[in-house]
């Protein structure tokens, strides 16, 4: 019990902490809690839980992708081209769509296995890369989404928030399967010691760039979901989401030195550092103020991460951690 | 027990060439079903190529490898382990984030990428439970494992993988004697079954008591094959180094047991791991500890050197009373404590800095030292005979008795009154071990106090002058002069009384 706490804890106090966030939240709203509130809030936490999710991908095998809002960007512009008409079509530009995000992925996987890049600089050069064919495809924003599958995607069920249901489906349906494959093992594997792994016969390559491929995938949905929110194209919405990606996944618990951490912290990393967000809009404090508190905000939650450190009671120990 | 009529693995003509060293040259070896076959050398002998070679992880310059008398060539570890070749790395094979259930599965046979299958679990716990390595959390992380579990968990990992040759490269150096003995019983358990069993160790008693046939590496080359038994200790180890060793561990002058006190530990404790820890080192003397693994030994030195945060008791250097609380404060001249750390490659050294950088680092910020001044490192480098291209030389090329002396002088430089050596010749070889041993007794004679810590019985005796066996975190025997026998740390580390009150009714 108390190892399984102890693999757990990051996560634990991760949810912990947004659970208080959100209770803040919901009682300060001017309009109080009701489901067209929390439908707003799952949204804009969702969107940013997906590019949290790419980069969690990175992170795990050890390494970190500067592209996630470049392909977000980039499949955001391709989905206002092709998410719209009858209904085969817009199924055809879905899976175009998530066709391009798990294209840039193996773009960046490539360039780290095959080119033995840094994923660091691969991806800071594919970002652009990618950022360009966005601003080639919607110079200026523009296009349209088809209102009717994004009120699907984006309103709720029995009052249930569909993006939260499409969180769970994450959750249970992709990422608790994938835990239980030695594809899923071998990401932990190849982020924490890349030799082991390789001494232990798997083969690394493959795994890193699948996991390469699986964080373009999510940067897609990423994307998708923020057209279905906006209904537009914009190649400019890139850079914000890079960076609350990274924050949401260290938020989350996930190692940025590889092989510890899980999607579920990596989410719920993002839906805090969201509600910590919407949480300001709806304060009272001045404007100006905002970014300090809410960097505080941040800072706080993680040093409870590492708050263990202090119990520790031989000091080589906390050099391991 | 007969081995087989074809060899599992046969190289012919094979040679392994990093840039300018030959690694191995125009090797012929073969290794049988049913026979345990260990190999002996040096270190840089070529052993661990072999092995690497044998396992999938390096490919071959020059020549050939049959499998099963076929000609093949090992695309990577994967390959080799779907063919039955199993190797237990002397570099830990453990991812150290995973848990031991999870690092038990990864690469499991038959799963690759796919679905993972827990039966390996059943059958590793089954094999951990007979080498007394039940009180191993499955979920546990094995980054959390102490050097010998982790070592446990290896052998479990690699017997569930149906080994066709099994090849266990230094294997069981954490472990004590007689979870050692317990492992020997599962391998030629194995052997019987039809298993081939290629085994590298520097434990001689080990080899002796384990091996069918013997096959000696030197630089590179395989010098001969026989039978166990064939030569005694000392032909051996002269077919090794090409020279003849005749004594392992320097002459052992009579104890002084009025000489000054250097370091007086009283009542030491720590947490619920260390009670009631009494020690007394003196000047000249090498003072042993011993016991079975983790049982507090480790915890010891490392609170003597301010690694350990609210110890409790007294701990006087000469006649002062100090409280050590960082290893800055230990290493200070007023103190003059030095401490060579378990694992050299991630506590004693920086593996990527060159060899000039890491004599310097305990060195440098000590009062009166120039740590800049390569002289000064000199006279230990020449006098334990490192072997290596220039100081400029990353540490992580050197191997690894190579690097123990790097870690050594590192200290030494600063001219310790008290040195703490946790298994300075962990998994290091006869001549570089027979090197350290004359040094540490040289540094005794010119006055140092020395507390060794050892897994290996034969150093507590024949180079410690007293003893302290650890169990459950007390002192439980304290042997000195001829009480020190192998039966006597055996009987103190397990904590046995009968067989102690035996063994000093026959020495009285």
């Keep these: ?321 | 027990m007969s081995r087989s009529e074809h060899p599992i693995v046969h190289l012919r003509g094979v040679s392994k060439v990093y840039g300018a060293t030959h690694a191995l040259s125009d090797v012929d070896f073969s290794c049988y079903g049913g026979e345990i076959h260990a190999i002996l050398g040096e270190n840089g002998a070529g052993k661990s190529t072999l092995m690497k070679l044998v396992s999938g992880v390096i490919q071959p310059t020059a020549g050939e490898i049959e499998i099963d008398g076929e000609l093949t060539r090992l695309k990577g570890p994967s390959d080799a382990i779907s063919r039955g070749l199993i190797c237990m790395f002397q570099e830990l094979s453990l991812v150290p984030d995973l848990s031991v259930r999870e690092n038990l599965m990864l690469g499991a046979v038959g799963t690759g990428l796919g679905r993972l299958n827990a039966d390996v679990v059943k059958r590793a716990q089954d094999i951990l439970g007979q080498i007394d390595g039940e009180a191993i959390g499955l979920t546990t992380r094995v980054a959390d494992l102490t050097l010998a579990e982790r070592q446990q968990v290896e052998i479990a990992k690699a017997l569930t993988r149906d080994p066709k040759l099994l090849i266990l490269d230094e294997a069981t150096s954490a472990l004590n004697a007689s979870v050692v003995e317990k492992v020997f019983r599962l391998i030629r358990a194995e052997r019987d079954r039809g298993v081939g069993v290629l085994f590298i160790s520097h434990r001689f008693h080990e080899i002796e008591t384990l091996a069918d046939r013997i096959s000696i590496f030197r630089n590179g080359a395989h010098v001969e094959t026989f039978d166990n038994g064939a030569y005694d200790y000392g032909a051996i180890i002269s077919k090794m180094v090409g020279q003849r060793i005749d004594d392992l561990f320097p002459a052992k002058p009579k104890a002084d047991p009025d000489a000054d006190e250097v370091l007086r530990l009283e009542a030491f404790g720590w947490s619920d791991r260390l009670q009631d820890i009494s020690i007394v080192l003196r000047k000249g003397q090498i003072t042993g500890l011993g016991g079975l693994d983790g049982q507090g030994q480790g915890d010891v030195l490392q609170g003597l050197f301010g690694l350990l945060k609210g110890t409790t008791g007294r701990c006087l250097i000469g006649e002062t009373e100090v409280s050590i609380r960082h290893p800055k404060q230990a290493k200070d001249p007023k103190l003059g404590i030095a401490l060579v750390p378990e694992d050299r490659k991630t506590e004693g050294l920086i593996l990527d800095q060159s060899i000039a950088r890491n004599l310097e680092l305990a060195a440098l910020g000590t009062h009166g030292i120039d740590a800049a001044d390569k002289t000064i490192y000199q006279p230990f480098l020449d006098a334990l005979e490192l072997k290596c291209d220039s100081l400029d030389q990353p540490v992580s090329q050197l191997s690894g008795g190579n690097q123990q002396k790097v870690a050594l002088t590192k200290w030494l430089t600063l001219g310790p009154r008290c040195m703490l050596l946790a298994d300075p010749t962990r998994g290091i070889d006869v001549k570089t071990k027979t090197q350290i041993y004359a040094l540490l007794r040289r540094l005794a004679d010119s006055g140092v106090a020395i507390l060794l810590l050892s897994t290996d019985y034969e150093e507590l005796i024949h180079l410690c002058d007293e003893t302290h066996i650890f169990y459950q975190g007390r002192i439980v025997r304290h042997l000195t002069g001829k009480d020190v026998t192998a039966e006597a740390i055996i009987a103190a580390s397990l904590n046995i009384p009968a067989t102690t009150e035996r063994s000093e009714a026959a020495n009285a």
């Design chain 1, 1 to 321: 019990m108390r190892n399984l706490f102890r693999s757990n804890q990051r996560e634990a106090i991760a949810i912990a902490v947004l659970s208080v966030l959100l209770a803040l939240y919901l009682a300060t709203h001017p309009s109080g809690p009701n489901t067209y509130v929390m439908t707003i809030w799952a949204n804009q936490c969702l969107i940013l839980a997906l590019a949290a999710i790419a980069q969690f991908f990175a992170v795990i095998v050890r390494g970190i992708d500067l592209s996630v809002g470049a392909v977000m960007a980039l499949t955001n512009c391709v989905a206002s081209y092709l998410v719209i008409g009858s209904g085969l079509e817009m199924g055809l530009g879905i899976v175009a769509v998530l066709a391009v995000g798990i294209a840039c992925g193996l773009v960046n996987g490539a360039l780290v296995v095959f080119g033995r890049l840094q994923p660091i600089v691969a991806t800071l050069a594919t970002a652009s890369l990618f950022v360009g064919l966005a601003l080639l495809l919607r110079p200026t924003p523009g296009g349209q989404i088809d209102y009717d599958l994004a009120d699907a995607f984006t309103l709720d069920v029995l009052g249930i928030p569909t993006a939260l249901i499409i969180a769970a489906a994450v959750v249970g349906l992709f990422w608790v399967p994938l835990r239980r494959t030695g594809l899923g093992l071998g990401l932990y594997a190849v982020g924490s010691s890349e030799q082991a792994a390789f001494q232990s016969g798997m083969p690394v390559p493959v795994i890193r760039l699948a996991s390469f491929a699986m964080g373009g995938l999510f940067a897609g949905l990423a994307g998708l979901y923020f057209s279905f929110v906006t209904t537009t194209g914009d190649a400019g919405i890139g850079p914000n989401f890079t960076l609350n990606s990274i924050a949401a996944v260290v938020l989350g618990g996930v190692a940025l030195r590889g092989g510890v951490g899980t999607l579920t912290g990596a989410m719920a990393g993002a839906f805090i550092l969201k509600t910590i967000g919407s949480l300001m809009f709806f304060s009272g404090l001045p404007p100006l103020a905002q970014p300090f508190i809410e960097g505080l905000i941040l800072a706080g939650a993680i040093a409870i991460g590492g708050a263990g450190v202090l119990r520790v009671k031989n000091r080589l120990e906390v050099f391991a951690q």
